[in-house]
């Protein structure tokens, strides 16, 4: 019987002549695998459906090493999954500077805007399993590793600029209250329950992190919508060897916007990948996200002005008093090839660093140095993780480290040491070389001492900061925010600690939180008294700052934000039909939903695609709502009650919503209804368009709902809590 052809394994298909260094070494390790199906060792293996037995229903034989070699690998495909950040998502992309920043540092990859640095960038939440949903209240990690031609630099991130503990010897406490409970492994991704917020309650320095926590910052409405920032201070380094603190930042082009709370917790049972989704998607249609680096510098000795510890890593440096300075831009244009290999795999490390970049003295940054690699070693199976191709740097490196387990690299030659005249013929020393990277030097305090710096003890001043700069609706939105959580807290003297920490930072604030949580009044005085409170205030140079409101800064277009249009058979093409399209040509994706999937008829006759339908398509999943016209189209909707509550649903979660002509029966049930002598277009609450598109001036309606979604959500809207949906 002839064998089928073998055909070799292939590599992927050629790369564009623009590809990136990382790309084109990935490539090196990268295969489509089609033909011949074969065992790891090549052998060709002619039934993959039927092990080995002695007789068609005799006992399987141990002498099937097919088998053995199959089930083997299946059973040790799983490794460790991350202690924090287990779930997230990653794409590659490219880094490019607008200016040198020669004056500041001497990092190669911030000298020259005419480089694209290639990059691997990995978002996650923290508290959650592998297993938990995207759209958790939780804070998001913004880790992006720079393959730069002097090795891999790591800026390992969140999407807010502080943390809930100031030394990292408090790190597995904090962790361990945060996780699922012990003894009962519940609640999965969830900081609502007794042990986090017994932790935090007894930590007054973890209320600036609260307050953010709380926030719609901990719900962002897409990765592509968050903010980023290297959390602690670092330091650059010039070709002098002047030093500046620096704080960095990553700001999103699209703007920053959040999720509705109600929103977030349905998403989470409609599509737990919601936020992995909406990253893939984007990059697979080309609509390529985009950040831009910030650098808040700060001349080293002038830092005392401050009024802080810039040491401190639940402090942040407010911009209106250090501006962030736009050094280049960051864009994600390719998904991985393979999740497990390059997400689940990247091993990111605050220690990898490139000459010019260094640390500053904070603590938690100190213990992270250490605690990263222990982790990979944990992890990723060994001391070679650098060897991963998602991990290995795209410049030549060289030591004399060997050996350990999954070694993959092949060191020729007879010396394994340092110095050594056997490995060219000529003395090879390394012993204080004026090139690569230097620590820089610095006078150092005495006595060793275990105790934490005075300069840490205010934990409330810039809590109070946050909360001064925050919109009317935000402050809402943080008061229900601990309402919810404290509620789902079972001890009620955790809940009283909570509120009386929280008196320290607005009195209004703590009395709103603790009103409805069966508890006694906030007692400031109480908290006060108890161990681990600092009496102590930092000079605060300004009481609220813009750039700490979401709010204040909503985007300015509307590219790829998503409108869901409703219809049914009798719907007007005519009414919407040039209002999609002016959507659409200014960034939007338009999806059709109707009651059935197959094609819609319209009040002409002609026959209309649609993409999803009520039942498998939820309004969570949009940021906008388009009712079209058409008589036989709303009478329908009007009595299906999946498109009722889609319509109740995006109104009672803030977004934009436009009904024209006969659409404006689907708002009947909130009270507005297109008057008989009105003008072609109304706006009865915020966000919400009526318009007669057969009198309406050209262009107008869809100016008006384009500004309308721009705004994101609108959330001074009428009677949004008397909406049953």
């Known amino acids: 019987m002839p064998q089928p052809k073998r055909s070799a394994t292939s590599t992927s298909p050629k790369l564009s002549p623009s590809a990136t260094e990382k790309q084109k070494q990935l490539q090196n390790s990268t295969t489509d695998l089609t033909g011949t199906l074969t065992t790891n060792q090549g052998l060709h293996i002619p039934d993959n459906h039927n092990s080995l037995k002695a007789g068609v229903r005799g006992p399987t034989l141990m002498e099937d090493f097919i088998l053995r070699e199959k089930i083997t690998h299946f059973d040790h495909e799983r490794i460790p999954e991350r202690a924090v950040h287990a779930r997230g998502t990653a794409a590659h992309g ?37 297993g938990s949903a995207d759209t958790v209240r939780d804070v998001r990690g913004f880790a992006v590793k720079f393959y730069t031609d002097e090795g891999n630099y790591d800026l390992v991130g969140n999407n807010i600029p502080v943390f809930f503990i100031q030394d990292a010897i408090k790190f597995p406490d904090l962790v361990h209250a945060l996780k699922p409970e012990p003894h009962n492994e519940m609640p999965q991704a969830a900081s609502a329950h007794d042990t986090f917020w017994d932790f935090v309650s007894l930590m007054p320095e973890s209320t600036h992190m609260l307050m953010w926590a709380m926030s719609d910052r ?37 703007g920053v916007h959040g999720l509705a709370w109600d929103e977030a917790q349905k998403i989470a049972g409609k599509d737990a990948d919601f936020h992995r989704r909406d990253l893939w998607e984007a990059i697979e249609h080309g609509d390529f996200p985009e950040w831009e680096l910030g650098v808040q510098i700060i001349e080293e000795g002038k830092e005392d002005k401050l009024g802080f510890d810039i040491l401190d890593p639940t402090k942040l440096i407010p911009e209106s008093v250090v501006p962030v300075q736009l050094i280049g831009r960051l864009v994600l244009n390719r998904n991985p090839d393979n999740f497990f290999a390059e997400t689940e795999q990247v091993a990111f490390h605050p220690g990898h660093l490139v000459p010019g970049i260094d640390f ?17 070693l944990s992890r990723l199976g060994g001391a070679n993780f650098h060897e991963i191709p998602i991990n290995k740097a795209v410049c030549p490196f060289h030591n004399f480290q060997r050996d350990g387990m999954h070694r993959q690299g092949i060191s020729k030659g007879r010396v394994a040491y340092e110095p050594n005249t056997l490995g060219t013929g000529a003395e090879f020393r390394v012993d204080g070389g004026a090139q690569g990277f230097h620590t820089q030097p610095q006078a150092l305090e005495s006595p ?56 320290h930072v607005d009195a209004k ?8 949580l069966g508890i006694a009044a906030p007692d400031a005085k109480a908290a006060a008294g108890r161990l681990g409170f600092r009496e102590y205030k930092i000079t605060q140079t300004v009481e609220d700052d813009a750039a700490l409101s979401m709010t204040a800064r909503p985007g300015t277009d509307i590219k790829t934000r998503k409108v869901a249009i409703l219809v049914a058979d009798g719907v007007d093409l005519l009414s919407f039909k040039r209002l999609q399209q002016e959507l659409l040509e200014a960034g939007a994706q338009c999806k059709i939903i109707a009651p059935q999937l197959g094609p819609v008829t319209t009040s002409s006759g002609k026959q209309l695609a649609a993409d999803h339908t009520f039942s498998n398509m939820s309004s969570v999943m949009f940021d906008a709502v388009l009712i079209p016209g058409g008589a036989g ?3 329908a909707l009007a009595q299906l009650g999946d498109a009722v509550h889609f319509v109740l649903e995006a109104y ?5 919503l436009c009904a024209l002509n006969e659409g404006v029966q689907l708002l009947g049930t909130l009270g507005f209804a297109l008057e008989a002598q009105g003008g072609a277009l109304m ?18 309606i869809s100016q008006a709902f384009v500004a309308a979604i721009a705004s994101h959500r609108h959330w001074d809207r009428l009677n949004v809590d008397a909406v049953p949906a």
């Open 94 to 130: 490219f880094f490019r500077l607008y200016k040198p920043m020669t004056q500041f540092t001497s990092a190669g990859f911030l000298q020259n805007p005419e480089v694209e640095t290639p990059v691997f960038v990995r978002f996650s939440t923290v508290a959650g399993s592998r």
């Open 218 to 254: 901990a719900i962002p409405r897409s990765y592509r919508m968050m903010e980023g920032f290297g959390v602690h201070t670092f330091r650059f380094i010039n070709a002098r060897g002047d030093s500046h603190f620096v704080k960095f930042h990553w700001k999103p082009k699209l």
């Open 360 to 376: 500053s003295d904070d603590p938690l940054l100190q213990g992270r140095l250490f605690s990263y690699t222990d982790t990979q």
């Open 448 to 503: 060793k001492i275990r105790r934490r710096s005075p300069s840490f003890d205010d934990h409330f001043s810039q809590a109070a900061l946050f909360w001064n700069s925050q919109s009317p609706a935000e402050k809402d939105h943080i008061v229900a925010a601990f309402r919810f959580e404290l509620s789902k807290v079972d001890v009620p003297g955790i809940r009283q600690r909570m509120v009386d920490n929280l008196a």
């Open 509 to 516: 604030l703590a009395a709103r939180v603790a009103a409805p």
């Open 633 to 635: 189209s709303a009478a």
């Open 652 to 656: 009672k979660h803030c977004k934009s």
């Open 683 to 700: 706006q009865p609450t915020p966000g919400v368009l009526m318009a007669d598109a057969r009198k309406a001036a050209e262009g107008q």
